[in-house]
């Protein structure tokens, strides 16, 4: 997809200091052991946007000296100002000239400065895409990656915060989310309350059940119709062609069946076949509604294990069929098998994923998995693994794997003072380790800033601190890492070509 957008790059890198506020003769570029330059005819020198780089390297000093606690010098601050470098990305196949000024790892190298520059080199600083407009970079705009993240319209701004820095949001659906919910129950009494799966099906015989198509049996109206609405307000138009169909759809289902014991009531009084009835359905009424929106499904997620209770009554069949009938509803879209704790060797959750992946890929029924990073959700719960470790697993799936959900939660080590320095390293190893991997896409999980976040909100750990982003905004040292990380890879690959 996005890969056969790379192939005619050329680079042209610039290497300046940011007090100068001149344009640049081409008498200006260097080559140096590290990189190749190939200035061609076409090559624009901007000039520079000397105020927001100057707002960007306050904020990048201050995320990590306040947030971080990391003890700039003078002197570390000064050679950072001079470590600035352009760098030209010419994209032949959507004919755009990208451009970034960023902060040189290779600069800051050359002033003795190897710490800071493992840590600061490739922050993006400013963003254009013809030379003159320039802009604040989003961790979109790092990466021809499509990046994306969990959508909920919070009300107070969150989604246009979101909208600059993801190509794509995963809008969870009712299945996951309001679990056949009698809502007028809920709203009486604030307390979830199941219904009956009678509300939903007629049974005809033994075998088959017809399901209530009537949108109104549904919460749909109360929230996946609502978020999805409200999501596509804020997103751009599908520049990294993500939808293979090309209908510029940009959003990602999460998923269509969850499960767990987040089924309707009555359900076990269901046999095999009308429960099989039921979901076949239950999995077309959904693609039919909303695939005008949606490029992309996770059937399921979360399965297989000793909650899972669909596998429990109907076997892995039942998982097999949610993905046909996504393939068979609409051939167009990308098939996504999500599973938690598979980026780990050796775990239940990694055989699982790989049995059933490797099934489904027989049948021509899946196109990637998605290994969920919540990292460090429960400290503890799974093994430490390694970068080297993750992209050995990776490796064993039949198909390309992705992150999806990243956030990383700090409680285990909410009073170490550098906690937000150890937050942005794990991130950076598990990009890394995914980009190494050849992975199709990233997502991170919500709901932003770190007040938002599920952790905090549901799960009852205050010092999460999970997301790139505190509560007031501000850009965290995860935040920064990101963009460095993805940018890095970008550059390098594109040089490569």
């Not at 963003?127 to 990656?145: A, H, M, Q, R």
């Not at 820095?165 to 009712?174: E, G, V």
């Not at 056949?180 to 009494?189: K, R, V």
């Not at 939808?243 to 014991?261: E, G, T």
Request: charged fraction near 20%.
């Amino acid at each position: 997809m996005h890969r056969g957008i790379l192939s005619g790059l050329l680079i042209v890198f610039i290497l300046t200091s940011c007090t100068s506020t001149a344009a640049f003769p081409s008498t200006n570029i260097k080559t140096t052991s590290t990189a190749t330059f190939v200035p061609t005819s076409t090559s624009i020198i901007p000039l520079k946007p000397d105020s927001i780089i100057n707002d960007r390297l306050n904020a990048v000093i201050a995320s990590y000296r306040d947030l971080g606690n990391y003890a700039f010098t003078d002197v570390q601050v000064e050679k950072i100002n001079q470590s600035v470098e352009l760098v030209q990305v010419q994209d032949a196949n959507l004919g755009l000239s990208k451009s970034y000024w960023m902060i040189s790892q290779s600069k800051l190298l050359e002033f003795q400065e190897p710490e800071l520059a493992e840590m600061l080199g490739y922050i993006p600083l400013a963003y254009s895409e013809d030379g003159l407009n320039w802009k604040v970079p989003g961790i979109k705009d790092t990466t021809n990656i499509p990046i994306g993240a969990q959508f909920s319209q919070q009300g107070n701004g969150s989604a246009e915060v979101l909208g600059n820095n993801f190509d794509f949001f995963i809008i969870p659906t009712d299945w996951g989310y309001s679990s056949f919910g009698d809502m007028a129950a809920l709203n009486q009494t604030g307390q979830e309350t199941k219904r009956s799966i009678t509300d939903y099906i007629t049974i005809i015989d033994d075998k088959t059940v017809l399901l209530n198509t009537e949108p109104s049996r549904y919460s749909w109206d109360g929230y996946t119709d609502f978020q999805t609405q409200e999501a596509l307000k804020y997103l751009l138009p599908d520049t990294k062609e993500m939808d293979p169909s090309h209908q510029n759809r940009r959003l990602v289902m999460l998923p269509i069946v969850y499960p767990s014991s987040q089924i309707p009531k009555d359900f076990d009084q269901l046999n095999k076949d009308q429960a099989l009835s039921f979901i076949k359905q239950y999995v077309a009424l959904m693609v039919n509604r909303y695939k005008d929106r949606y490029f992309a499904y996770v059937g399921v997620t979360e399965f297989g294990l000793d909650n899972d209770v669909l596998m429990n009554k109907l076997g892995p069949e039942y998982i097999d069929l949610v993905y046909q009938t996504i393939r068979e509803t609409d051939p167009t879209a990308i098939l996504i098998l999500e599973q938690a704790g598979n980026e780990v060797p050796g775990t239940e959750m990694t055989s699982v994923t790989l049995e059933t992946s490797t099934r489904l890929k027989q049948k021509n029924l899946i196109d990637f998995v998605a290994s969920e990073f919540h990292v460090d959700q429960v400290a503890g719960a799974l093994p430490k693994v390694t970068q080297e470790q993750m992209e050995q697993v990776f490796k064993t799936y039949p198909v390309p794997v992705f992150p999806s959900s990243i956030d990383i939660n700090t409680s285990a080590y909410k009073d170490d003072p550098h906690r937000f320095l150890i937050q942005a390293q794990k991130l950076a190893t598990v990009l890394q380790a995914s980009l190494d991997s050849g992975t199709p896409f990233i997502s991170f999980w919500g709901d932003f800033p770190d007040s938002k976040s599920w952790l905090e909100t549901i799960c009852g750990y205050p010092d999460a601190d999970a997301t790139p982003w505190t509560d007031s905004w501000q850009e965290k040292p995860m935040y920064f890492t990101a963009e460095s990380v993805l940018l890095k890879n970008f550059l390098q690959e594109n040089q490569m070509k």
